[in-house]
C-alpha cells in the first residue's frame, strides 16, 4: 500500500484501477517494465467518477526522487486546449468574436498582409506565422507582450486561411496576446481564477515558484538505433538541438514524399520550418532546457501548463460535463475547421477552434475516431475528452520521446481505455 492509500502495482507503480479498467493497469506498468518509463501518471474520469489513476517511477533521474500521487509536470502543447477554452469562455460572455478581424482587438497586428486575419486563423493554425523570424532573447522570455509584436510584424509564410501548419509556440503568443487585448488578463491569470482554481484543478499555466520546485524534471529520451515506430518519427525536443541528419535509408516512411519521411527529413535540418517553429524561442539555451524556473513559470499560452495527470484529466472531465463551457459551445468549437496535410508537419493533423481533433497527430482508437477531441504534448503527453462516451483522461510523463507527436505510450493506454468500456 502506498503512503497516500494507493496500491501497489508493478515496477514500483501505485494508485487505484477500477476493476473494468484492469487492462489500463497492465499497459501502464509494461511501459515501466520495458523501459519506456522513467516517470508517469494516467488518470481517467468516466461519466465523472474517477476510475483510473496511476502513477510511478522516477520524477527526477539525477536525484532518484519518486513520482508521486500530485507531482506535476510540464506538458507543453497540452496547454494549448487550455488556452483554447479560455478564449470561449471570453466568446461565450460576448468579449471576444472568433469570426472578426484580430485587428479590431490589436490593431497593431494589421500589418504586411494581415489585415483580414480572423482570430479563427489563429485558433486553428491557419494564419501563416508558425515560426518568429528572429531568435528571441533570453531576457524576453517572460514578456509575451513583446514577443506577440514581433509577430505582428511579420508577413505571413502564406496566404492566411489558404492551409495550415502547427504553430508549435507562435500559437500561443498570438491567441494570448488576443485575449489579453479582450479582457486585460493574461492566460495564466484567466485560467486560475476561472477554470483551476474554482475546480480545485492542479493545472497551472505558469508554475508558481512551490509547484515549480516540485515538478518532475523532463529527461531526454534514448535515441533508437533505428526507426521504430513510422508515425512517430524522429524529431528534437527543447531539451536538444537537432543532430546532423541521418542517412537517407535510416528515415522512416516509403522515402522522398511521403509525409512521414519528409516530417522525418525535416526535424533533422536545422533550418527547416518544422525545427524554426519549434525552436524559438530558443528554450535549449536555458541551462536544463524546459526544465529551467523560466520556463515553467513564464505561462506560455501554448506549451507553459504544469499539471498533473488527474488535474489535466479534471479539465477535461469538467469540460465534457459542461462546467467549464456551455455544451454548445463547445460542441462548436470542436468541430474540425481544417483537415490533412500539415504545412509544418507534412504529416495529416485537425483542429476545431484550439483543439486537436484525431489525425495523424492526435492518434485515437477507433472508438473515439469522431468523438474525440483534446491536445497532444511534444514527447508524448496527451490531455483528451469524449462527451459521447462520458471521458476525460490525461497522460503526463517526463521521458521524452523521440518524435515530434510523441510515441504510442498514450496511445496504447487510451486504447486500453476505449477497449474497456462497455
Known amino acids: 500500500m502506498a503512503a497516500d492509500g494507493g496500491t501497489r502495482g508493478g515496477a514500483d507503480t501505485y494508485g487505484h484501477c477500477d476493476p473494468r479498467f484492469s487492462r489500463v493497469r497492465e499497459v501502464f506498468d509494461a511501459h515501466f517494465a520495458e523501459g519506456e518509463e522513467l516517470g508517469a501518471s494516467f488518470a481517467v474520469f468516466l461519466d465523472g467518477e474517477p476510475v483510473v489513476e496511476l502513477w510511478g517511477g522516477a520524477a527526477d533521474r539525477r536525484s532518484g526522487r519518486a513520482w508521486e500521487r500530485d507531482t506535476p509536470v510540464l506538458a507543453y502543447s497540452c496547454t494549448k486546449a487550455v488556452t483554447a477554452t479560455a478564449a470561449q469562455l471570453l466568446a461565450e460572455r460576448g ?32 494564419v501563416g506565422l508558425p515560426a518568429i523570424e528572429e531568435p528571441v532573447p533570453v ?8 514577443i506577440a509584436d514581433r509577430l505582428a510584424g511579420q508577413e505571413p509564410i502564406w496566404e492566411p486561411g489558404t492551409a495550415h501548419g502547427y504553430h508549435a509556440l507562435t500559437y500561443g503568443f498570438l491567441v494570448g496576446e488576443v485575449i489579453r487585448r479582450v479582457s486585460g488578463k493574461s492566460v495564466s491569470e484567466i485560467v486560475a481564477a476561472e477554470i483551476s482554481g474554482p475546480l480545485g484543478l492542479e493545472l497551472w499555466v505558469g508554475a508558481p515558484d512551490d509547484v515549480a520546485a516540485r515538478a518532475a524534471r523532463l529527461s531526454a529520451g534514448e535515441r533508437p538505433a533505428e526507426p521504430t515506430a513510422p508515425t512517430a518519427p524522429t524529431a528534437p525536443t527543447a531539451l536538444t538541438a537537432p543532430t546532423a541528419p541521418a542517412p537517407v535509408a535510416e528515415l522512416p516512411g516509403r522515402g522522398p514524399g511521403d509525409p512521414v519521411y519528409e516530417m522525418a527529413r525535416a526535424s533533422l535540418d536545422r533550418d527547416s520550418l518544422l525545427n524554426r517553429a519549434l525552436g524559438n524561442p530558443p528554450i535549449h539555451r536555458l541551462r536544463g532546457g524546459a526544465n ?22 479534471g479539465f477535461y472531465r469538467d469540460l465534457v460535463a459542461g462546467r467549464i463551457l456551455r455544451p454548445e459551445t463547445l460542441r462548436d468549437a470542436t468541430r474540425r475547421r481544417v483537415n490533412g496535410p500539415d504545412r509544418v508537419l507534412f504529416v495529416d493533423s485537425s483542429f476545431g477552434l484550439g483543439y486537436m481533433r484525431p489525425a495523424m497527430t492526435f492518434l485515437t482508437p477507433a472508438r473515439g475516431a469522431e468523438t474525440a477531441f483534446g491536445h497532444t504534448g511534444m514527447g508524448g503527453s496527451l490531455g483528451l475528452g469524449d462527451v459521447e462516451h462520458g471521458l476525460g483522461l490525461a497522460y503526463t510523463m517526463n521521458r521524452m520521446a523521440g518524435a515530434a507527436s510523441g510515441n504510442l505510450r498514450a496511445y496504447r493506454l487510451a486504447e486500453a481505455v476505449y477497449g474497456s468500456l462497455p
Open 95 to 126: 468579449l471576444l468574436d472568433v469570426t472578426a478581424p484580430v485587428a479590431d482587438v490589436w490593431p497593431e497586428f494589421a500589418r504586411r498582409g494581415k489585415e483580414r486575419v480572423t482570430v479563427e486563423h489563429l485558433l486553428t493554425h491557419q
Open 292 to 313: 529551467h524556473p523560466v520556463v515553467l513559470r513564464a505561462g506560455w499560452p501554448a506549451m507553459g501548463a504544469v499539471t498533473t495527470a488527474r488535474g489535466l484529466a
Open 139 to 146: 531576457e524576453e522570455f517572460e514578456d509575451q507582450a513583446a
